[in-house]
């Protein structure tokens, strides 16, 4: 049966146990500078622990081997630290470096063993031996080669635990019911992967920004959006207007405005650059006030012909 426990009172039995370091300490070592206190391996990131009832069973053996041959994964790339106890030093040192490889810790107190039995140790029956799972159960072992030894104390039940890094508690609890059964593998790795998710251990958390989410929470101002450069649905683009194009030549007076009466004497106009001259070449704006000519005159001086304004209105001229 697989239980998911988060409960601070589990977790507080796991809490201020202390634990004694066994491998990788120095010939002079003292008890007291390699112990620690348990809330310590996941005071910054999560651990899973291996609760190991007994170091020389072939049992234990294989589950340490089955663990181990996934740290790569579980420390590495899912960033959960991985630590086994023991209830006592008998065989601890060969069982951590032949299948276990990894840190061992002495839990003199039995504080691990006795959350496994909810407060109290969990003890199971020599008969336990004659049902046929256990038997299964050794069989698969030595099929895989793990060899073992009947010396210690086998009958503290273990387990396993993964724990939330700082207070968040329990994520996953384990106890074995019988000898040799053990956490699914795969429980654990997707347990060790949902647990890596939700806290951002590798920077590949659910809480982390999603592509282009850092503009968002940026203190600098988001750069300005470009105008479009193409004309509104069912409007003719607008092509841009040079300098050159925006410059203005002064035209001459046109003849036969009022200010410049009609005279044969009017000097030829200066000629003027191509742009001024195709300016002054361009015909005047059409209007559609009639032009009215005046009556003829009786006497000998021929009437003028007069081009009104454009802004003026044209009116009969009485004779």
Known sequence: MFRRKA????????????????????????????????????????????????????????????????????????????????????????????????????????GFFKAIGGGKLKWSSAWTMLLP??????????????????????RIMGGLYIVKPEDRGIAFEYKEKVFGDHAPIDQVLAVCREISNGSGINGDSNDHPADGAEAFHSDEPAAPTAAPTE????????APISSEETSVTPLAKEEGSAD????DNTPAPKPQPESASTAQQLPPTATTEPITLPPMTTGDEPARLSVPPKSAVAEPTTA
């Open 133 to 154: 799972s256990v038997f299964k159960n050794g069989r698969r072992a030595t099929k895989a080669g793990v060899k073992g030894n009947f010396k210690g104390q086998g």
């Open 7 to 110: 409960t601070a009172a589990t977790l507080t039995q796991l809490v201020g146990l202390p634990l004694r370091r066994l491998d990788g300490v120095s010939a002079d070592a003292t008890p007291e500078t390699t112990t620690i206190q348990s809330q310590s391996l996941w005071a910054s990131r999560p651990v899973l622990v291996f609760v190991v009832r007994r170091p020389g069973c072939l049992l234990c053996r294989e589950e340490a081997h089955t663990l181990a041959a996934q740290r790569a994964t579980i420390e590495t790339e899912l960033g959960v630290t991985m630590v086994a106890v023991v209830h006592e030093e008998l065989g601890a040192l060969e069982f951590q470096e032949q299948f276990w490889r990894g840190p061992l810790y002495l839990d003199s107190e039995k």
């Open 231 to 238: 004309a509104p649905i069912g409007l003719p683009a607008i």
């Open 260 to 263: 410049a009466p009609v005279s």
